[in-house]
């Protein structure tokens, strides 16, 4: 199994057995097939940005700290005062983060530091684009609309 598919997997998988609240996996599904557009026609950094205005940038620098996506899954799936779009926003972002991380496409540690790193960083977008599809595919199949 490639990498890729293990990490996108090992994320949903989490989702699903963290009992995340329906909304929020409603949510995090009609990202997964919405963003990858917006990649593909703008590309790594605005997707980014997008995803952090939707929800933060410290939840989204969850996936670029945390070396587990279970620990993601429940640290931002239990966030107070944040709504169910603002927390499916950060999951999916965080998630694709995480996996980055996982794949070595990434090192950064703070969000600034990964507009910095992606700028004009042709790996980065390319396995972004894998990411996304694997996540798409997988929360069509594991999440009920």
């Known amino acids: 199994m490639s990498e890729v598919v293990k990490y996108s997997l090992s994320c949903i998988e989490a989702l699903i057995n963290e009992k995340v609240d ?3 996996l409603r949510s995090f ?12 026609m703008h590309g790594f ?3 980014m940005t997008l995803l952090a205005a939707r929800s933060s940038r410290s939840i989204l620098e969850k996936g670029l700290k945390e070396v587990d996506c279970k620990n993601i899954v429940k640290e931002i799936s239990s966030l107070k005062g944040v709504g169910s779009d603002e927390r499916g926003y950060g999951l999916y972002g965080a998630m694709i983060l995480y996996i980055l991380k996982r794949l070595n496409a990434l090192k950064s540690e703070t969000f600034n530091d990964l507009i910095r790193e992606a700028s004009g ?13 694997w996540l798409k595919r997988f929360s069509e199949a594991y999440i009920e609309e």
């Open 22 to 24: 329906k909304d929020v």
């Open 45 to 47: 950094i605005y997707t």
């Open 121 to 133: 960083n042709p790996v980065v977008e390319f396995k972004t684009r894998i990411v996304l599809e």
């Open 29 to 40: 599904r009609a990202r997964a097939r919405s963003i990858p557009s917006d990649m593909f």
